[in-house]
């Protein structure tokens, strides 16, 4: 193997996806420490709970700096590579979290075993399905009274119609916790939550006499539930989950640390290295000598008042150096890339590279967009970068009048960046924002305020969602001549349709049927 294929063989990228509280900061930490990364455990908890002790989201924006380098976590874990890229743990922010989805190449779903399957899991999830990402299961807080294993496994199959296949298996729950069978491994890992580790004994064997020592009843309670499991459920298959079709399924505790090195295990044995990419003219193979790669998230950087930010570009392809030149393939030009922010923590000697699976951060004024594509002179566009439809809409008004120009400035700039979507009426000089979640609208507000010095006000209006069209000429001016009170351009001079209500959408999709209307859209 040639160094470039060894390096991008070892590097596993990816994103926990959970709803609120199941544990994604706790298991994102223990990883960390597990892989010798963070030497206490404790930061990244006091960090999020510094963030909920203030109400004030503007503190959650001033340390936003501390997140640009959490953002992405790499850390060596065995012979592996492993980059960790985290995501908002607030819905409203979901957008964010949709698109960082779109850099990784699997990702791991955190399901809380007392609340099963939630609002938010089922949404990142179908979000994953639309690239097929592979998806390793968590079943996490195994220490209180959850609800019973087969019937989470049940209800992850049937809401969220993936395939589960048992990797361990829980002993008991809550006070009669007593750790994990590993089904392929045919080890007990007994928990011990007073162990660093979560356990301090792994025995072999099912039919080990120290297991009855050990637990007791339970031991057989164990025998009977594997002999059913093991008929009942299905068989981890590589194919299937490397499809997206099935997803090996782990239990554990993160806060008491139980079963997160299983997990880091297999990541690093079942996860994909990088994958080949989808570009517009062709599919592109990470093990290519040329390096390509796009910008996935724009984030604002610490001194807001130089309107600096920091472009995450997933490598797809090839290596990085720092001091290289790339060409933003949108605009042609040829950038010469010194300042580049590598996110290799411990190894001092890498930190000028970066290989496909990597992430790299540039930082810049605003001059690098969502989605662009960086290559070394090919022309080539990355595709799969989503916009959802909002669901949250708002005027903006302006104070001063003489500050319309920054105003419009500010809007487009702050879309470009993916923290709010705009639209123009075809029909008014209106300035229309739409948001996921509606604290996106108070981060714009503050923005403006501070980076272009535009006090804003947010009126109110009455739509409840929008689509972007896809039809005819012909169609679209006819959808434009009935409706023109709906029609409105987005940030790209794409047709949308702005809804007042849904049985007004429904009422225009029958009206036009050559008319698609969509509710989720690729940015390329
Ligand atoms: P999130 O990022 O997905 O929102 O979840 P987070 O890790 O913040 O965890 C949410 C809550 O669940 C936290 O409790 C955390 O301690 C708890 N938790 C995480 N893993 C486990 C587990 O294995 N067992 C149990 N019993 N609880 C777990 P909290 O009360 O909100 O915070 P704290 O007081 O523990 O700091």
């Given at each position: 193997?040639?160094?470039?294929?060894?390096?991008?063989?070892?590097?596993?990228?990816?994103?926990?996806?959970?709803?609120?509280?199941?544990?994604?900061?706790?298991?994102?930490?223990?990883?960390?420490?597990?892989?010798?990364?963070?030497?206490?455990?404790?930061?990244?908890?006091?960090?999020?709970?510094?963030?909920?002790?203030?109400?004030?989201?503007?503190?959650?924006?001033?340390?936003?700096?501390?997140?640009?380098?959490?953002?992405?976590?790499?850390?060596?874990?065995?012979?592996?590579?492993?980059?960790?890229?985290?995501?908002?743990?607030?819905?409203?922010?979901?957008?964010?979290?949709?698109?960082?989805?779109?850099?990784?190449?699997?990702?791991?779903?955190?399901?809380?075993?007392?609340?099963?399957?939630?609002?938010?899991?089922?949404?990142?999830?179908?979000?994953?399905?639309?690239?097929?990402?592979?998806?390793?299961?968590?079943?996490?807080?195994?220490?209180?009274?959850?609800?019973?294993?087969?019937?989470?496994?049940?209800?992850?199959?049937?809401?969220?119609?993936?395939?589960?296949?048992?990797?361990?298996?829980?002993?008991?729950?809550?006070?009669?916790?007593?750790?994990?069978?590993?089904?392929?491994?045919?080890?007990?890992?007994?928990?011990?939550?007073?162990?660093?580790?979560?356990?301090?004994?792994?025995?072999?064997?099912?039919?080990?006499?120290?297991?009855?020592?050990?637990?007791?009843?339970?031991?057989?309670?164990?025998?009977?539930?594997?002999?059913?499991?093991?008929?009942?459920?299905?068989?981890?298959?590589?194919?299937?989950?490397?499809?997206?079709?099935?997803?090996?399924?782990?239990?554990?505790?993160?806060?008491?640390?139980?079963?997160?090195?299983?997990?880091?295990?297999?990541?690093?044995?079942?996860?994909?290295?990088?994958?080949?990419?989808?570009?517009?003219?062709?599919?592109?193979?990470?093990?290519?000598?040329?390096?390509?790669?796009?910008?996935?998230?724009?984030?604002?950087?610490?001194?807001?008042?130089?309107?600096?930010?920091?472009?995450?570009?997933?490598?797809?392809?090839?290596?990085?150096?720092?001091?290289?030149?790339?060409?933003?393939?949108?605009?042609?030009?040829?950038?010469?890339?010194?300042?580049?922010?590598?996110?290799?923590?411990?190894?001092?000697?890498?930190?000028?590279?970066?290989?496909?699976?990597?992430?790299?951060?540039?930082?810049?004024?605003?001059?690098?967009?969502?989605?662009?594509?960086?290559?070394?002179?090919?022309?080539?566009?990355?595709?799969?970068?989503?916009?959802?439809?909002?669901?949250?809409?708002?005027?903006?008004?302006?104070?001063?009048?003489?500050?319309?120009?920054?105003?419009?400035?500010?809007?487009?700039?702050?879309?470009?960046?993916?923290?709010?979507?705009?639209?123009?009426p075809t029909t008014?000089?209106?300035?229309?924002?739409?948001?996921?979640?509606?604290?996106?609208?108070?981060?714009?507000?503050?923005?403006?305020?501070?980076?272009?010095?535009?006090?804003?006000?947010?009126?109110?209006?009455?739509?409840?969602?929008?689509?972007w069209l896809r039809g005819s000429d012909a169609d679209l001016k006819a959808l434009a001549d009935k409706s023109p009170a709906n029609m409105a351009f987005?940030?790209?001079g794409d047709y949308v349709y702005?809804?007042?209500?849904?049985?007004?959408?429904?009422?225009a999709?029958?009206r036009f049927p050559g008319i698609r209307f969509?509710?989720?859209?690729?940015?390329?």
């Amino acid at each position: 193997m040639t160094a470039a294929v060894q390096q991008i063989a070892r590097r596993r990228t990816f994103a926990i996806i959970s709803h609120p509280d199941a544990g994604k900061t706790t298991l994102t930490e223990k990883l960390l420490w597990f892989g010798g990364a963070i030497q206490v455990a404790g930061e990244i908890r006091a960090r999020k709970a510094a963030r909920h002790a203030t109400s004030d989201w503007m503190e959650l924006e001033k340390q936003r700096g501390i997140s640009v380098t959490s953002s992405v976590m790499q850390f060596p874990y065995r012979d592996c590579v492993i980059n960790l890229l985290d995501t908002p743990g607030h819905e409203d922010f979901s957008e964010d979290t949709y698109r960082t989805l779109t850099a990784v190449d699997s990702a791991v779903m955190v399901i809380d075993s007392v609340n099963g399957v939630e609002a938010q899991t089922i949404k990142l999830l179908n979000v994953c399905r639309l690239r097929a990402t592979p998806i390793v299961t968590f079943i996490n807080k195994l220490d209180r009274e959850g609800r019973e294993p087969i019937e989470l496994l049940d209800e992850i199959e049937s809401v969220l119609g993936i395939q589960c296949a048992p990797m361990t298996w829980p002993i008991g729950m809550g006070k009669r916790f007593r750790g994990v069978y590993h089904l392929y491994t045919d080890t007990i890992q007994f928990f011990d939550p007073q162990a660093e580790k979560g356990t301090s004994e792994i025995i072999q064997g099912l039919d080990n006499p120290r297991l009855d020592e050990a637990i007791g009843e339970q031991a057989d309670e164990l025998r009977m539930d594997i002999e059913l499991v093991r008929g009942a459920s299905h068989t981890f298959n590589r194919e299937a989950y490397l499809e997206g079709k099935q997803c090996p399924v782990f239990f554990g505790s993160a806060v008491n640390n139980f079963g997160v090195q299983s997990l880091l295990d297999a990541v690093v044995e079942l996860s994909p290295a990088p994958l080949p990419r989808p570009a517009k003219s062709r599919t592109v193979e990470p093990i290519e000598p040329k390096f390509s790669g796009f910008v996935f998230k724009i984030q604002a950087n610490m001194d807001p008042k130089h309107r600096d930010r920091i472009a995450f570009i997933r490598v797809c392809a090839g290596r990085f150096e720092r001091g290289g030149k790339l060409k933003q393939v949108s605009t042609g030009k040829s950038l010469a890339i010194n300042n580049a922010i590598t996110f290799m923590a411990q190894d001092r000697n890498t930190t000028d590279e970066a290989w496909a699976g990597d992430i790299i951060g540039i930082p810049n004024h605003g001059t690098i967009h969502l989605g662009d594509t960086f290559t070394e002179g090919e022309d080539l566009q990355y595709t799969g970068i989503p916009s959802f439809a909002p669901e949250h809409f708002r005027r903006a008004q302006i104070k001063n009048p003489l500050k319309m120009k920054q105003l419009q400035k500010g809007l487009e700039q702050l879309a470009q960046e993916g923290a709010t979507q705009l639209f123009r009426p075809t029909t008014t000089n209106e300035l229309i924002l739409g948001a996921v979640g509606t604290l996106q609208f108070d981060v714009v507000a503050h923005r403006l305020e501070f980076e272009y010095g535009v006090d804003v006000m947010f009126e109110s209006c009455s739509y409840v969602t929008a689509r972007w069209l896809r039809g005819s000429d012909a169609d679209l001016k006819a959808l434009a001549d009935k409706s023109p009170a709906n029609m409105a351009f987005d940030g790209n001079g794409d047709y949308v349709y702005l809804a007042p209500n849904r049985v007004n959408l429904q009422m225009a999709q029958e009206r036009f049927p050559g008319i698609r209307f969509l509710e989720t859209r690729e940015i390329y």
